[in-house]
C-alpha cells in the first residue's frame, strides 16, 4: 500500500490545474466562492470520470476549498456530494448504509448529532486509516498527536479522522483535590467533607440535568462492546457516575447577589474564597496551566471526574466534523489523498481575542498555537478584591506538563445518540428518587444490550 501511496502522491504534485470545466465537474460561482457538484440516487455520470460520493450531514462541515481543489486537479476522477442534511438525514444515510448502498466518504456528525462511528467501525463498513497515515509521505505517526486518535481506536484501528480536540475535565485546588489526575468518587466525597458546609462541588448553577452531559459522555464507549455485543454498565465506574450526579441538586439552586459576587466571566468570589470545590470545563490551549491557576488563586489539578478503575479522569472531545472513507470505498487512496486534509491542512482555530480554541492534532500547528500563547504579552484580570492583577507568565515546565497531560488522557467522546437518549431516560427515575441504584443499573444494562444487539 505504501508504494502505491507514494506514486498517488507524486502524480498530485505533477498535476495540472485544469482550466476548462467538463459537465459535472466543479465551477466557481459568481462571488468566487466554489460550488460542489451533487449527485442524485440514480444520476448517470456523463463523463468518463470516475466518482467518489461524499455523504454530507451539514453543508457547515463542507471544506468547500478541499473539494474544489481536489477536483481540479483531477482529470480521472472527482468528489460529488450527497446531501443527508436536514430531519431524518442521518437515519436516511444509515438505512442506504444497511442497504449496501454505501458513500465512498462520510461525515461522522451533523446536526442530529454523531454517527454511530463504533458500530459502524465493527460491523466492517470503514476503512482504518492508520496504514494510510503511516506511509504518507507528508505525515508518519510522529507528525500528529497520538493521544486523541489512539482514544478513538475500534480494536487498536482508527476509522475516522479529524483536526482539533479539546478536554473536558473537573480542575481543583491542589490542596483540596490532591496533586493527581484521576480520583474515585469515595476520595472525591473526602474531599468534599472538608470544605466548608456551604460549599458546592462545582458552580452553584449545575444540577443534574446540566452535569449529565458532560458526566456521561466519557463512560459510554467504555461499557459497549459492539464486535460481541455485550455492556458493562454495572461496572464500578458506570455506577459512580450516577451516585456522582445524584449529589446534585435535581433543579440549579437560586443563590443571591448577597452571596456571590461576580469576579471575571464565568468565575466568582464563590470560587476564590474556596467555597466551590471544582471547576467544570474544558481545555484547549496551553493557557489553562496558569489562568486556572490565577482564578483559583493557587495551584491546581486537573483531577477530572471520578472513575474507579484509576485511569485518568478526563477525556477529549471532537471540534468540527470528522470524516471517514467507506470500507467500499472505489478509490480509497484518491479518498485519503482528501480525507488526510484533516491532519494535514488543520488551522489553528482562534478567538475573537487571537487565543487558540482548540488543541490542534497536527504537530506543527500544536506548537504554533502552543507559541500563540507564549508571545502573547502578561494577561490581566481582575484579581479577589476587585483590584487588577498579572497572570504569571507561562514556564518550559508548563508546556512539559501541558503536553503530558495531553498524553495521558485516553477515552474520547463517540458516543451513540440512540444509547445517550436511553440512558438519559432510564436514569430519570433515579435522580427523581423513585429507582435504586442498582435497578436503573440493571435497566441501562438490560436496555442498551438490547439496542446493541438489534443494530450489531
Known amino acids: 500500500m505504501c508504494n502505491s501511496l507514494l506514486q498517488k ?8 490545474l485544469l482550466l476548462v470545466l467538463f459537465v459535472g465537474c466543479t465551477a466557481c460561482s459568481v462571488g468566487g466562492t466554489p460550488e460542489l457538484n451533487s449527485y442524485s440516487e440514480g444520476e448517470q455520470n456523463l463523463t468518463s470520470k470516475e466518482v467518489l460520493i461524499y455523504a454530507n450531514l451539514h453543508p457547515d462541515n463542507l471544506d468547500r476549498e478541499g473539494i474544489y481543489k481536489f477536483n481540479m486537479s ?66 508518519g505517526v510522529g507528525s500528529i498527536l497520538e493521544a486523541p486518535l489512539k482514544a478513538a481506536e475500534v480494536n487498536g484501528s482508527l476509522y475516522m479522522a479529524f483536526d482539533s480536540v479539546v478536554i473536558h475535565t473537573m480542575i481543583g485546588a491542589k490542596s483540596i483535590v490532591g496533586d493527581r489526575t484521576s480520583w474515585s468518587l469515595d476520595e472525591l466525597q473526602e474531599a468534599f467533607s472538608n470544605m466548608p458546609e456551604d460549599a458546592t462541588i462545582t458552580s452553584y448553577g449545575f444540577d443534574k440535568a446540566s452535569m449529565f452531559g458532560p458526566v456521561v459522555s466519557g463512560y459510554l464507549d467504555s461499557c459497549i462492546d459492539w464486535e460481541n455485543g455485550e455492556c458493562f454498565f454495572d461496572s464500578s465506574s458506570f455506577r459512580a457516575a450516577l451516585e456522582f450526579l445524584n449529589l446534585y441538586p435535581s433543579e440549579k439552586e437560586q443563590i443571591s447577589d448577597g452571596d456571590i459576587v461576580e469576579a471575571t466571566d464565568e468565575n466568582s468570589r464563590w470560587l476564590r474564597n474556596g467555597h466551590q470545590m471544582l ?21 491546581v489539578s ?80 481582575a484579581s479577589l478584591d476587585g483590584t487588577l492583577a498579572e497572570i504569571r507568565p507561562l514556564t518550559e515546565e508548563d508546556v512539559q506538563q501541558y503536553e503530558a497531560f495531553i498524553n495521558s488522557v485516553d477515552k474520547i467522546a463517540l458516543y451513540d445518540n440512540a444509547i445517550y437518549d436511553i440512558i438519559e431516560d432510564a436514569c430519570g427515575p433515579y435522580f427523581a428518587g423513585d429507582k435504586t441504584l442498582e435497578e436503573t443499573v440493571k435497566l441501562v444494562q438490560n436496555r442498551v444490550t438490547l439496542y446493541v444487539n438489534e443494530n450489531k
Open 9 to 16: 502522491c507524486h502524480q498530485v504534485r505533477g498535476a495540472v
Open 74 to 139: 483531477h482529470d480521472d476522477i472527482q468528489i460529488e456530494v450527497k446531501d443527508y442534511s436536514g430531519e431524518n438525514g442521518q437515519k436516511r444515510l444509515l438505512v442506504e448504509i444497511a442497504a449496501g448502498r454505501v458513500p465512498d466518504i462520510l461525515d461522522m456528525r451533523g446536526s442530529e448529532g454523531w454517527m454511530p462511528y463504533r458500530r459502524l467501525a465493527a460491523n466492517g463498513y470503514l476503512e482504518n486509516l492508520w496504514p494510510y497515515l503511516e506511509c504518507d509521505p507528508d505525515l
Open 279 to 299: 471547576e467544570n470545563t474544558y481545555i484547549h490551549s496551553l493557557n489553562a496551566m496558569n489562568v486556572e491557576e490565577f482564578f483559583f488563586g493557587e495551584p
Open 302 to 381: 486537573f483531577v477530572g471526574y471520578p472513575i474507579e478503575d484509576g485511569s485518568v479522569g478526563s477525556y477529549f472531545g471532537i471540534k468540527g466534523s470528522p470524516l471517514a472513507i467507506s470500507a467500499q470505498c472505489r478509490n480509497k487512496e484518491a479518498a485519503w489523498e482528501f480525507v488526510s486534509r484533516k491532519f494535514k491542512h488543520a488551522f489553528i482555530d482562534l478567538s475573537p481575542g487571537g487565543m487558540p480554541e482548540a488543541i490542534p492534532i497536527n504537530r506543527d500547528f500544536f506548537e504554533k498555537a502552543n507559541q500563540i500563547i507564549l508571545d502573547k504579552p502578561p494577561f490581566v484580570a
